[in-house]
């Protein structure tokens, strides 16, 4: 089982001059300690559902290319990339830039996005959702296509590309991995089973829901031809490793069971120190899980 590190807060510390070594500090500390992959929101301003919309907000590729430039193993992603952020084109160009400069160690986590509030403020077009939804199958397709040989025109309802030209293409092969997050059964799993390599769920509603959801992503590979066990699965979880860590370890070796090789963790106190306590407390434990 590997571990993630979603890096959601930066209101910890306070000052904003700490945010850059902070980040830098938590990043190289989790990868010393063993974890796996690195993550940040795709958002500009704070969720207000959680803390208040004012708090300190990241723009995320960049943070990205900071953590890059710090780090030498971990996977880098968004989790997970809004839809309606970026234009397609530029938004494959940005992967494969953080690619190159990693060494080949980027993810492209994208959904379709939500936060109207963010999107209202700084000028993003809303749309339905059932546009979100063909916005984000066509923004598969065009990364796929500029992550190809083919660099000619697309031509979608939504996104028209007179050239996919995109060089120098990424060392990740054959393309970085694409992961999609969210649950929704009918559309966002079977987007998972047409174009995804990974997909990554919420764990809030526990081990049953996530069960529930692969059970119905399972249900699509099998109408789409796709082979189930080429999808890696990976969760969000709900309850931090370190307040109970043998219940969250118990849950996570429920999760093991239903194939899922990825668990991503967010920081419930300073981020350098819930980093080193996952050294510490959590990874030498992992590593007997799945």
């Not at 030209?165 to 992961?179: G, T």
């Not at 059970?215 to 109970?244: F, M, Q």
Request: overall charge negative; some cysteine.
């Amino acid at each position: 089982m590997k571990l993630g590190l979603h890096y959601w807060n930066y209101s910890t510390p306070a000052d904003p001059a700490a945010i850059a070594p902070t980040l830098a500090e938590a990043a190289t500390t989790a990868e010393q300690a063993g974890v796996a992959s690195f993550t940040v929101m795709d958002h500009f301003f704070q969720m207000d559902a959680v803390f208040a919309a004012e708090e300190p907000m990241l723009e995320a590729y960049t943070t990205l290319g900071y953590v890059a430039a710090k780090t030498q193993r971990m996977t880098l992603g968004v989790l997970v990339t809004g839809v309606m952020y970026r234009y397609p084109g530029l938004l494959a160009k940005t992967v494969s830039t953080l690619d190159v400069l990693s060494g080949g160690r980027a993810r492209l986590g994208i959904g379709a996005s939500w936060y109207e509030r963010e999107q209202l403020g700084l000028g993003v077009p809303v749309v339905p959702v059932a546009e979100r939804f063909e916005r984000l199958e066509e923004t598969l397709r065009i990364c796929l296509q500029m992550w190809s040989a083919d660099d000619g025109p697309f031509n979608g309802q939504h996104y028209q590309l007179a050239e996919t030209i995109n060089s120098p293409q990424p060392l990740s092969r054959p393309h970085p991995p694409i992961m999609i997050g969210g649950g929704g059964e009918k559309k966002t799993l079977l987007l998972v089973a047409r174009y995804a390599d990974a997909c990554n769920l919420f764990g809030r509603g526990g081990t049953d829901d996530v069960a529930r959801k692969l059970d119905v992503l399972r249900g699509h590979c099998a109408a789409e031809g796709r082979d189930y066990d080429t999808i890696e699965k990976t969760v969000v979880a709900d309850r931090s490793p370190l307040g109970d860590t043998d219940g969250f370890l118990a849950e996570v070796s429920a999760y093991a069971a239903l194939g899922v090789t990825e668990v991503q963790v967010t920081p419930d106190r300073h981020p350098v120190e819930f980093a080193q306590r996952l050294g510490d407390e959590v990874l030498p434990r992992l590593a007997d899980i799945g």
